[in-house]
């Protein structure tokens, strides 16, 4: 009989090479303002040991998918069309299409109406059942089924905001901006930025339906312009950039009611730096580690850096990175926290930065790609 020591030296091997190994690369998918230099959703390849993307190519012709959603089950990817008129009538439009992971490819499933004008973001709830979409244009909320193939169903439900703010030039109605749901899939939160207020809504997967929550809201001071939501990964806080006053509020959640209690407000400029003409925020992200924080700024062109204090939910400000082009519209972090993608949309550029995964802060990596007017990031998992 052969040692055991022998027999172990020839299988361990053999064993480990059965196992799957984790994937060097990342399906990227962009979405654009469709016009002379985009046509719809591009595709690009990362390569998760150097930074590098593939020269994007078009995924699916569709208009101005400014927002993106995956399925969290099946190969389904969703995107919001920011149009005020489909078939016929008011109201932007959701685009369902079936995605291959090996090649990228998006093939069209089907289009329903958000029943409010120019739709601004959408999400899956975690069951897979609904989008939920807000409605920037006519400063609404809806959701919309999704069929056992992935089709999207006309709308369940759908919510109007009213009331208006202290800008006169930005806040005459309401501008729903964002939607996010809770860990649990129990409360939808919309940032509305025509009204200063996050509204908190009771959801219900099963039904497809939004109703009133108590409490129904949390209030930002008059001319903040709530815009973009993200909770940490333990769900104890969540964060609001503000639109208009460059500013990030941190708040401390109630899981049970679903309440949000403020903690503290931040700016994302650099110490001293006042606002100016043409500056605003955009997007906010948590790092996967939930130890940091990551916000843009348009018009001051940078990605804002903070610690995140996991116990308190304070935020404190380290880096104010450069985009490497204008209007950092969005941007996405990969799932591995390794990667953060700058979408310049006015440069037409898309930028990588390496993240520390100690501090937090960024670093050029060297690589770029151009992509007309990209405006939304989404990783997908080859």
Do not use: W
Not at 92 to 105: C, E, I, K, P, Y
Not at 221 to 226: E, F, I, L, T, V
Not at 293 to 303: E, M
Not at 329 to 334: A, K, L
């Amino acid at each position: 009989m052969r040692p055991l020591a022998y027999l172990l030296a020839i299988l361990c091997p053999l064993l480990a090479a059965a196992q799957p190994s984790p994937s060097s690369s990342m399906l990227v998918y962009f979405g654009t303002y469709t016009g002379e230099k985009s046509q719809g959703i591009y595709v690009s390849t990362l390569d998760l040991q150097t930074g590098a993307l593939s020269p994007p190519r078009l995924a699916a012709e569709t208009p101005s998918p400014s927002f993106l959603a995956v399925h969290p089950a099946r190969d389904v990817l969703y995107a919001i069309n920011e149009i005020n008129e489909f078939e016929g009538k008011p109201g932007g439009s959701v685009g369902a299409f079936s995605m291959d992971r090996a090649s990228g490819t998006l093939k069209a499933i089907n289009r329903q109406s958000t029943v409010g004008p120019g739709p601004a973001h959408l999400i899956v709830d975690a069951a897979g059942r609904n989008v939920l979409v807000a409605n920037y244009g006519g400063g609404s909320v809806a959701v919309l089924p999704i069929g056992p193939d992935g089709a999207l169903q006309p709308a369940s439900s759908f919510v109007q905001h009213r009331g208006s703010g202290g800008n006169p030039d930005r806040q005459k109605a309401p501008h729903a901006h964002a939607v996010q749901l809770d860990a649990a899939n129990r409360f939808a939160y919309v940032p509305d930025l025509g009204i200063d207020k996050v509204l908190i809504y009771r959801f219900d997967s099963d039904k497809g339906t939004l109703a009133p929550n108590d409490p129904g809201e949390a209030a930002l001071p008059a001319g903040s312009g709530p815009r973009h939501f993200a909770f940490g990964p333990q769900g104890r806080f969540a964060f609001v950039i503000n639109e208009l006053t460059l500013t990030i509020t941190s708040f401390q959640v109630d899981a049970e009611r679903g309440g949000l209690t403020a903690v503290h407000t931040v700016s994302t400029l650099p110490a001293g730096e006042a606002v100016q003409k043409g500056y605003s925020t955009a997007e906010v992200q948590v790092h996967p580690s939930g130890r940091f924080l990551y916000g843009s700024n348009r018009g001051h062109d940078t990605i804002a850096v903070f610690t995140l204090d996991q116990d308190t939910g304070r935020l404190t400000a380290i880096q104010h990175e450069p985009t490497q082009g204008s209007t950092p519209r969005n941007f996405g972090i990969d799932p591995t926290g390794t990667y953060l993608l700058a979408a310049n949309q006015r440069s037409d550029s898309v930028v990588v930065f390496r993240i520390d995964a100690g501090t937090g802060r960024l670093t050029p990596t060297g690589h770029t790609v151009t992509v007309g007017s990209p405006v939304a990031v989404k990783f997908v998992g080859r």
